[in-house]
Structure formats: C-alpha cells, structure tokens
C-alpha cells in the first residue's frame, strides 16, 4: 500500500530485502504522474498494488526517475516498464549504458550479496534505449503546471548519482547521497542517520561537497532512498557530516592493519559497528533491538566501500 508522504507525494514500500521500511518508491501525483526509483525487482508487486491504492493505472506513469543504477534503487526498472508501458526513464548520464546492458551491474551484485542474488534481486531486465532520457546537473523537468523538477549531479555514494529538487515542498530526493534514515528507531523518537559508502565509486569529499550544496539551498525536507522523509535538515547534516570521517577513519587504521581485503573490511566493519553501539547505547537502544539486523548488513557493505576507496587511493600514490 502506499502512504501519503507529503502534500501530493505518495510512498510506496517496495519491501526489499524482504523488509519493510527500508527502500522507497516515491509517487509524485502530478499531471505527468512520475515515480522517483524502482527499488529491485521482487519489489515490482509492491509497486503495483501501491499505484492501485492510489487509483493510478501503471500505463498512467510518464516517467520513472532513478537516483542512482545501483540494483535496491533501479534494479526493477526493467520489469516494472512491462507495467508502465508509456513511461520513459530518466537517469544519469554515466548509468545510461547499464541500464542498456545490466551485465556488470548483475556482476557487481552478485561479489556483494552471493547466493542471496537470485532471492534478492532477479530479474534484471535491460531498458530499450529508445526508453531512456539522460538529465545533467542543472537540467529541468516539467511535470505540471506548479512543478518544475531540477536535477544535480551529486557524487560521493556512485558517480552516477542524481538528486532531484522538488519547488513545491522545497525539498530534495538523495537517493543514498546523504545517507540512511534508520526508520526501525522510530518507536523510541531516535533519529539515526548514517552515510551509504558502498563500493565502488564512494569518495568523502564529494559526498560531503554533495551535502553542502543541500545545505546552502535550505531544503525544508530530505526525501531519503531508504527510507522515508525527514524534516530534520540539519540534524541529518550535523550526523552525516559526523560519521564520515570517523567511518574513513577507521577504515584507514584497518587497511594499515591488514593486507588483504577480507581482513580490512572485517576490521573495519567491527570498529564502526562497536562505535555505532557505543552510540545507540546512549540513546537507551541496545544489542538486541532489531535495527542492529539491518546495521549489520549496512556497514559491512559500507566497509567494502571504504577499502575499495583507500585501495583505490594507494594505487593512485604508487
């Protein structure tokens, strides 16, 4: 089902990795009736019976913006157009090819997530070209009267990153730009903010160059990826700008400690963990409270991400 977010935005849980709360298809009901992201493709039902709630026939959808090609963003695009069949997809001009040929995608995918790919994620349709419209930073998209959409390029979690700003709320779409809203605290009135730095393309200044740009535009409201909207502006700026470089740190001790990239990432991957622990434990939110599942997952992904950055930068130095 979908949910009423804001005003004449709907949001739509696509359920992935079989979780509620964690990866969001936002609905702009607007007389070119738009989606921002797909989610993957097990998430496709969702889709679908969300726009049923809302009275919105599949064929009624004009476009489908995807933040970014990663496979919880864009993964069901492919699949879902089978539905939306007069929908084009818009996207950054660095994913156009893939959405073509998802093939590396899929690979990429498939070194992270292992045996838990076909469950999580197939299957991964390529897009007809015909089908695709590149936006760069600056572009505009009009899709009513009242709403003009603007796109930027914001690197920092995948070079192929969009954010889309909307006039009528004053807010932005992030996709995984600025972070995760961990929505599992919200029972306790905690809200935890942390930045996605997943493989392969993550890189601190950027993300935190993409932050500013937010910041500077005082944006009364952050439409996160996963999951969910935020007032809290500058909370979310004050968290992630906090946890970047102590994520990087940390990184940076586990690469001077081991060699291979298995014991890096596990390092790492232990001393952010045991930090957010130490965090949450303040709060009066412990081991065993479930949004350590999905913490889990999180920032072992985000210490591949970290690794594969410093090895990165060691190469560019030798």
Known sequence: MATKSIDRISLIDGNDLNRKNRTGIYVLNESKKTLIETSSSPSVPFILEGLASLGIDPLEIEYIILTHIHLDHAGGTGLLLEHCKNAKVIVHKKGARHLEDPSRLIKGARAVYGDDFDRLFDPILPIPPEKIIIKENGDTLQISDTTTLTFFDTPGHANHHLSIYDPVSNGMFTGDTIGIYYRELDEARIELFLPSTSPNQFNPDKMLSALSMMQERNLDVIYFGHYGYSRSTTEIYKQIRHWVPIFTD???????????????????????????????AGLGIHESHPVFEILKLDIKVSSMGLIDYLAKQEQRVG
């Open 250 to 280: 940390y990184a940076k001790e586990a690469f001077a400690l081991a060699e291979s990239f298995e014991e890096r990432v596990e390092k790492t991957c232990t001393m952010i963990l045991n930090r957010i622990t130490e965090h949450l």
